[in-house]
């Protein structure tokens, strides 16, 4: 079975799941005053669940034919057959590096943090050239700060949370 | 309405207010660039500033080229990296990044600078005409209208995707909606899918989907295959020699913009439809009038489809101050943040404002022509500075193009959770682009899903449930046009089919 349709069955359970939320279980909370509306905060999730549903069972059938498309996906196209022959331990280490970022930001403060992703994250592409990649992204770092916090008002804390700011 | 005219020219045109739409502009387009803040949010910032000027008709100018100046700054960025910050430019990435990718970003973003110039002016001239007779009309949509009509915008999404696809698209503009209805619905005040985590009470973030949607994903595409980056210097785009378009590309263009600035204008004169549903449906209806190879072109890099958004959005920006300015009701929310602003500077928009005031309803139309023309003279010489975006190294650019991304999630909510869910949803765009899912409909049912879902609630409890639909009769037809809009690509495919098999029985 193809990946779209493997998408599609999960596309299906998940709408089973989503539809099994909004029949049975939303309307328990629901007070006694708002039964008598027309409409519940339940009714819309239960049109999508069933709407969901069919036209996931439609994709996941194959109802509607796709186009006979000669299957050679171009150079710069990705064929995820083959994901072992592309650059997938890069990708990889690069979403492992956001979701440190996103950990660290607020206690190690916005300058350490956004300079040390920015040249971790050259690095694990292949950059050597430290004497250029840090700078960079001290200036690009220091710049954005300025613009954001003190140009445009919107507060990022600069430093590690234990100097105080 | 000459004599209102001359009005404006004699407000518009000091040396102050002169100066502040070209400082108006300046800021709009720089920091619109950055993913994450959009017109919205630089307006807000800026009326402060907007507010000590004291004239209403200097802050009015100058946040009206602000607004100009942020929605071409957005373009740019959906443009040069496929990450569009502000709702009303994703439609222009669909057909302006592919081009970018081709070597042509000089040329894409003088089209869209020429198709914004364009879409903003004759929305200003129509604006001046039509301002008075409009605002009657627009009252005359109601919640089961506007219901219906987003109803048929995610079903001319069904034009977004090519044959075979329309289940496919469908699909992800339910999940799209399904997505919406994560946190506290306006009408119910009751919390729901939230899985009693309290980062999602408030949703997910309009920021933080599209950037999962469209950026995460190429950049990831961009790290797995070095080749696509490299792709870029075929056409040359090192030296971005190609500024211009060619005669015939303006020719082509011509019939889009006409259109599309007419059709956008009228989009953005209803209330809360504005300039994301008028770029979408500008891009769709496009893409259906065009023929053969022209089609086929669409959504690769034409010059039609990127025209067609960038006009239409322009046109709907100026058209959603005819509600504002003739009503007091702004249609959107940049709009309703400038009425807090008029509000500040002891003007109150209504019906009143055209005899009252003339001069500051004047001023703002007038302001609407030089901003144009202060953003087109002012970016056109930029546009190979801001094109060279794309030659930086990929070793420098991947890291920048993630951070940026994350930023702009981040400022937004000021939360770190955002982040996490921006890399999941992020990882699940792109498992969605292996199997060959189109990611726009996805993002555009989550953006018109509260929308919807608020003016279905409110016209089932106008009319005590369904009736609505049957009781007025322009909910029905907009209602029908949306199934027709869906059957028909799929009867078109059968049609065709049917046709082919023919000939290959030999009749």
Same mark, same amino acid.
């Given at each position: 079975m193809a990946?779209?349709?493997?998408?599609?069955?999960?596309?299906?359970?998940?709408?089973?799941?989503?539809?099994?939320?909004?029949?049975?279980?939303?309307?328990?909370?629901?007070?006694?005053?708002?039964?008598?509306?027309?409409?519940?905060?339940s009714t819309f999730p239960k049109v999508l669940a069933v709407l969901g549903t069919i036209v996931g069972m439609i994709v996941l059938l194959g109802v509607e034919k796709a186009e006979d498309k000669d299957d050679a996906p171009s150079a710069t196209e990705i064929n995820y057959r083959r994901l072992g022959d592309y650059k997938i331990g890069?990708?990889?280490?690069?979403?492992?590096?956001?979701?440190?970022?996103?950990?660290?930001?607020r206690p190690a403060g916005f300058l350490i943090s956004t300079t040390t992703f920015l040249v971790v994250g050259s690095t694990i592409l292949g950059e050597r050239k430290f004497h250029i990649m840090i700078p960079v992204a001290a200036l690009a770092t220091g710049f954005v700060w300025y613009l954001v916090q003190e140009v445009l008002g919107i507060f990022l804390r600069p430093f590690p949370f234990f100097m105080g700011m | 309405m000459l004599e209102g005219i001359f009005i404006g020219l004699e407000a518009a045109f000091s040396i102050q207010n002169i100066l502040m739409v070209v400082a108006g502009c300046l800021i709009g387009t720089f920091i619109g660039m950055l993913p994450g803040l959009g017109p919205m949010s630089i307006i807000a910032i800026m009326i402060p500033v907007a507010i000590t000027l004291g004239d209403p008709a200097a802050a009015l100018i100058l946040l009206a080229g602000v607004y100009y100046g942020a929605i071409f700054g957005g373009s740019t960025s959906s443009i040069l990296l496929n990450a569009p910050g502000?709702?009303?430019?994703?439609?222009?990435?669909?057909?302006?990044?592919?081009?970018?990718?081709?070597?042509?970003?000089?040329?894409?973003?003088?089209?869209?600078?020429?198709?914004?110039?364009?879409?903003?002016?004759?929305?200003?001239?129509?604006?001046?005409?039509?301002?008075?007779?409009?605002?009657?009309?627009a009252l005359l949509f109601h919640s089961a209208e506007y219901f219906a009509l987003m109803v048929v915008g995610l079903s001319a999404i069904a034009a977004f995707a090519g044959t075979g696809q329309v289940a496919k698209a469908l699909m992800m503009t339910i999940l799209g909606l399904i997505l919406a209805t994560v946190g506290e619905g306006a009408l119910f005040n009751m919390p729901r899918f939230t899985m009693g985590l309290m980062d999602l009470q408030s949703g997910i973030?309009?920021?933080?989907?599209?950037?999962?949607?469209?950026?995460?994903?190429?950049?990831?595409?961009?790290?797995?295959?070095?080749?696509?980056?490299?792709?870029?210097?075929?056409?040359?785009?090192?030296?971005?020699?190609?500024?211009?378009?060619?005669?015939?590309?303006?020719?082509?263009?011509? *019939?889009? %913009?006409?259109?599309?600035?007419?059709?956008?204008? /009228? @989009? !953005?004169? +209803?209330?809360?439809?504005?300039?994301?549903?008028?770029?979408?449906l500008g891009y769709a209806v496009e893409r259906n009038i065009a023929k053969g190879e022209e089609q086929e072109e669409f959504g690769k890099g034409s010059v039609k489809g990127l025209a067609a958004p960038e006009t239409a959005n322009n046109a709907a920006c100026t058209g959603s101050f005819v509600p504002l300015l003739t009503l007091g009701i702004p249609g959107s929310g940049?709009?309703?943040?400038?009425?807090?602003?008029?509000?500040?500077?002891?003007?109150?928009?209504?019906?009143?404002?055209?005899?009252?005031? *003339?001069? %500051?309803?004047?001023?703002?139309?007038?302001?609407? /022509? @030089? !901003?144009? +023309?202060?953003?087109?003279?002012?970016n056109l010489p930029l546009i190979p500075y801001i094109a060279k975006i794309l030659s930086i190294p990929r070793n420098y650019l991947i890291p920048f193009i993630l951070f940026f991304t994350l930023m702009g999630a981040y400022i937004g909510q000021n939360n770190s959770t955002e982040l996490l869910l921006l890399v999941g949803l992020g990882v699940m765009a792109t498992i969605?682009?292996?199997?060959?899912?189109?990611?726009?409909?996805?993002?555009?049912?989550?953006?018109l899903g509260t929308m919807l879902e608020d003016n279905f609630a409110r016209s089932m409890q106008l009319y005590r449930g369904l009736d609505f639909i049957i009781e007025r009769p322009m909910t029905l037809g907009l209602l029908v046009l949306a199934g027709l809009l869906v059957l028909l690509p799929s009867y078109r495919t059968r049609r065709a089919r049917k046709r082919a098999e023919g000939v290959a029985d030999g009749d």
């Amino acid at each position: 079975m193809a990946l779209d349709r493997w998408i599609a069955l999960i596309f299906v359970t998940f709408c089973c799941i989503y539809g099994y939320a909004a029949f049975f279980t939303m309307d328990q909370l629901l007070p006694p005053f708002m039964q008598r509306n027309p409409v519940w905060p339940s009714t819309f999730p239960k049109v999508l669940a069933v709407l969901g549903t069919i036209v996931g069972m439609i994709v996941l059938l194959g109802v509607e034919k796709a186009e006979d498309k000669d299957d050679a996906p171009s150079a710069t196209e990705i064929n995820y057959r083959r994901l072992g022959d592309y650059k997938i331990g890069q990708a990889l280490m690069l979403l492992g590096l956001m979701v440190l970022y996103a950990l660290m930001l607020r206690p190690a403060g916005f300058l350490i943090s956004t300079t040390t992703f920015l040249v971790v994250g050259s690095t694990i592409l292949g950059e050597r050239k430290f004497h250029i990649m840090i700078p960079v992204a001290a200036l690009a770092t220091g710049f954005v700060w300025y613009l954001v916090q003190e140009v445009l008002g919107i507060f990022l804390r600069p430093f590690p949370f234990f100097m105080g700011m | 309405m000459l004599e209102g005219i001359f009005i404006g020219l004699e407000a518009a045109f000091s040396i102050q207010n002169i100066l502040m739409v070209v400082a108006g502009c300046l800021i709009g387009t720089f920091i619109g660039m950055l993913p994450g803040l959009g017109p919205m949010s630089i307006i807000a910032i800026m009326i402060p500033v907007a507010i000590t000027l004291g004239d209403p008709a200097a802050a009015l100018i100058l946040l009206a080229g602000v607004y100009y100046g942020a929605i071409f700054g957005g373009s740019t960025s959906s443009i040069l990296l496929n990450a569009p910050g502000v709702a009303g430019t994703v439609a222009t990435s669909f057909d302006g990044y592919p081009m970018a990718r081709k070597g042509q970003a000089g040329k894409a973003l003088t089209i869209a600078a020429v198709a914004s110039f364009a879409g903003g002016t004759i929305g200003a001239i129509l604006l001046m005409i039509f301002a008075p007779a409009l605002s009657s009309v627009a009252l005359l949509f109601h919640s089961a209208e506007y219901f219906a009509l987003m109803v048929v915008g995610l079903s001319a999404i069904a034009a977004f995707a090519g044959t075979g696809q329309v289940a496919k698209a469908l699909m992800m503009t339910i999940l799209g909606l399904i997505l919406a209805t994560v946190g506290e619905g306006a009408l119910f005040n009751m919390p729901r899918f939230t899985m009693g985590l309290m980062d999602l009470q408030s949703g997910i973030s309009f920021i933080t989907l599209a950037m999962a949607m469209f950026a995460l994903p190429e950049a990831m595409f961009l790290v797995l295959n070095p080749a696509r980056g490299a792709s870029n210097a075929e056409g040359g785009s090192n030296k971005i020699t190609n500024l211009r378009f060619s005669r015939e590309e303006g020719k082509a263009m011509i *019939p889009v %913009i006409g259109r599309q600035s007419v059709q956008g204008f /009228f @989009i !953005g004169v +209803l209330p809360g439809a504005g300039a994301t549903i008028a770029s979408f449906l500008g891009y769709a209806v496009e893409r259906n009038i065009a023929k053969g190879e022209e089609q086929e072109e669409f959504g690769k890099g034409s010059v039609k489809g990127l025209a067609a958004p960038e006009t239409a959005n322009n046109a709907a920006c100026t058209g959603s101050f005819v509600p504002l300015l003739t009503l007091g009701i702004p249609g959107s929310g940049t709009t309703a943040i400038l009425l807090g602003a008029l509000i500040a500077l002891n003007v109150t928009p209504g019906p009143r404002l055209m005899t009252d005031t *003339p001069e %500051i309803f004047w001023a703002v139309i007038i302001s609407m /022509f @030089i !901003g144009n +023309l202060v953003l087109l003279v002012l970016n056109l010489p930029l546009i190979p500075y801001i094109a060279k975006i794309l030659s930086i190294p990929r070793n420098y650019l991947i890291p920048f193009i993630l951070f940026f991304t994350l930023m702009g999630a981040y400022i937004g909510q000021n939360n770190s959770t955002e982040l996490l869910l921006l890399v999941g949803l992020g990882v699940m765009a792109t498992i969605l682009r292996f199997a060959d899912y189109p990611l726009a409909p996805l993002l555009i049912g989550f953006i018109l899903g509260t929308m919807l879902e608020d003016n279905f609630a409110r016209s089932m409890q106008l009319y005590r449930g369904l009736d609505f639909i049957i009781e007025r009769p322009m909910t029905l037809g907009l209602l029908v046009l949306a199934g027709l809009l869906v059957l028909l690509p799929s009867y078109r495919t059968r049609r065709a089919r049917k046709r082919a098999e023919g000939v290959a029985d030999g009749d």
